[in-house]
């Protein structure tokens, strides 16, 4: 097996990076140098300092996107500061261009003060048409996030959206596989920071309309103290939130006694923390999704000795990868295509089910599309654009 650490250390070395600056139009002649700088640059400065709106469509403001992260939770390395962060925020960059045609560049913030990011995010947004906020820690990056959802651009944190969204559409079909509905669901989430809270109001329809969402119909989410239950102390205010919406029943105990029972896992926390016979004690044909990385909450050859019917995990290696690449670009792509301010949740569960329904015929083994699926940008940015241009601009 190939050792990819020591492998990519010795690419970016050799390469400086993964992305550069290039230039779109070419300085041959005098009268190049007159258009693309001075004296012609004056028109459009002038234009757009009279109509704000032509910057989408006269600089690289209409395609290009912010990848914001302040290092305090970066992959599964924790926080490892800007510095550390710049590899994995370029590689993001790289994902955009690849595979939605966007322009991206690392924005890697010396400082982990939430005041201060916002401000930053605020004073650079002239020059970006959208920001994806990227490994920020919780609960943070909620209040972040929300803040900058009046800034007149797509915010998007794609650690809690990107994987809520991907998560979901994995449910959808792993449903048709199983013969179980959405609405039956009953499902345990371990992992409570970014992701997993995400994942809860996405599944239980927080901030939708009923006619839009089908909730499904249980979540209790757990911690590394077990599950978030109404008696215990010293809740953080996100997880006092989180009990509006997540473990009616007030059911308490440690994941292996909260598994018991329910339809689906989904593990966004660390590895093995799951057994063979925790999957044992859950409803017939269980769906579990355990995507810590590099090792999942349990390994797909214990769940199925379990009894699991289909299992999804974050990595490339085995079938079924939740990843959020295959929704981020798409999102992007079909927000600035509309000229969308914010990406609603509405945007969001369009997005899910175009994602979904790239596989027509899902199977135990393909519940999603293949990462590298350069069809599903199109798609996904479809049903974004869509969903936003019949009524979101209101």
Request: glycine share 8%; with cysteine; charged share 25%.
């Given at each position: 097996?190939?050792?990819?650490?020591?492998?990519?250390?010795a690419m970016h070395r050799r390469t400086k990076g993964k992305i550069a600056i290039r230039s779109r139009v070419q300085l041959i002649t005098q009268e190049d140098l007159s258009l693309a700088y001075s004296p012609g640059v004056a028109g459009p400065s002038k234009l757009i300092?009279?109509?704000?709106?032509?910057?989408?469509?006269?600089?690289?403001?209409?395609?290009?996107?912010?990848?914001?992260?302040?290092?305090?939770?970066?992959?599964?390395?924790?926080?490892?500061?800007?510095?550390?962060?710049?590899?994995?925020?370029?590689?993001?960059?790289?994902?955009?261009?690849?595979?939605?045609?966007?322009?991206?560049?690392?924005?890697?913030?010396?400082?982990?003060?939430?005041?201060?990011?916002?401000?930053?995010?605020?004073?650079?947004?002239?020059?970006?048409?959208?920001?994806?906020?990227?490994?920020?820690?919780?609960?943070?990056?909620?209040?972040?996030?929300?803040?900058?959802?009046?800034?007149?651009?797509?915010?998007?944190?794609?650690?809690?959206?990107?994987?809520?969204?991907?998560?979901?559409?994995?449910?959808?079909?792993?449903?048709?596989?199983?013969?179980?509905?959405?609405?039956?669901?009953?499902?345990?989430?371990?992992?409570?920071?970014?992701?997993?809270?995400?994942?809860?109001?996405?599944?239980?329809?927080?901030?939708?309309?009923?006619?839009?969402?089908?909730?499904?119909?249980?979540?209790?989410?757990?911690?590394?103290?077990?599950?978030?239950?109404?008696?215990?102390?010293?809740?953080?205010?996100?997880?006092?939130?989180?009990?509006?919406?997540?473990?009616?029943?007030?059911?308490?105990?440690?994941?292996?006694?909260?598994?018991?029972?329910?339809?689906?896992?989904?593990?966004?926390?660390?590895?093995?923390?799951?057994?063979?016979?925790?999957?044992?004690?859950?409803?017939?044909?269980?769906?579990?999704?355990?995507?810590?990385?590099?090792?999942p909450e349990i390994m797909p050859e214990d769940a199925y000795a379990g009894g699991a019917a289909i299992v999804g995990t974050g990595r490339s290696d085995f079938p079924n990868q939740v990843n959020n690449v295959l929704v981020f670009p798409g999102i992007f792509h079909g927000a600035l295509s509309a000229g969308a301010k914010v990406i609603s949740p509405k945007m969001k569960l369009a997005a899910a089910y175009a994602l979904a329904g790239m596989v027509m015929h899902p199977t135990k083994e393909y519940i999603l599309p293949l990462?590298?699926?350069?069809?599903?940008?199109?798609?996904?940015?479809?049903?974004?654009?869509?969903?936003?241009?019949?009524?979101?601009?209101?």
């Open positions: 097996m190939s050792n990819f650490f020591e492998e990519s250390i300092a009279e109509q704000p709106e032509e910057a989408m469509n006269l600089t690289l403001k209409g395609n290009t996107i912010a990848v914001v992260s302040d290092g305090s939770a970066v992959l599964g390395l924790g926080n490892i500061g800007p510095l550390a962060a710049i590899p994995v925020m370029e590689g993001k960059a790289v994902l955009f261009k690849e595979f939605a045609g966007i322009d991206a560049f690392p924005i890697c913030l010396d400082t982990q003060d939430t005041d201060e990011i916002v401000e930053t995010v605020r004073r650079i947004a002239p020059v970006f048409g959208g920001i994806n906020l990227e490994d920020i820690s919780a609960p943070r990056c909620f209040e972040i996030e929300e803040r900058l959802q009046n800034l007149g651009i797509p915010v998007f944190h794609d650690d809690q959206h990107g994987t809520a969204i991907v998560l979901l559409a994995a449910l959808i079909n792993a449903c048709k596989v199983t013969g179980k509905k959405l609405e039956d669901l009953k499902i345990v989430i371990n992992g409570a920071g970014a992701a997993g809270i995400a994942i809860t109001r996405l599944l239980r329809c927080i901030n939708f309309d009923d006619s839009v969402c089908i909730a499904v119909k249980e979540v209790i989410v757990c911690d590394s103290k077990g599950a978030i239950h109404r008696d215990r102390d010293n809740l953080s205010p996100i997880k006092k939130e989180l009990l509006s919406y997540s473990n009616p029943n007030n059911k308490k105990g440690k994941l292996k006694e909260v598994v018991r029972d329910m339809d689906v896992f989904i593990g966004v926390s660390v590895g093995n923390l799951l057994t063979t016979e925790d999957v044992r004690t859950m409803n017939t044909d269980p769906i579990i999704l355990a995507m810590a990385n590099p090792i990462s590298l699926n350069r069809n599903v940008v199109g798609h996904v940015s479809k049903a974004v654009r869509k969903v936003y241009e019949e009524g979101e601009k209101d």
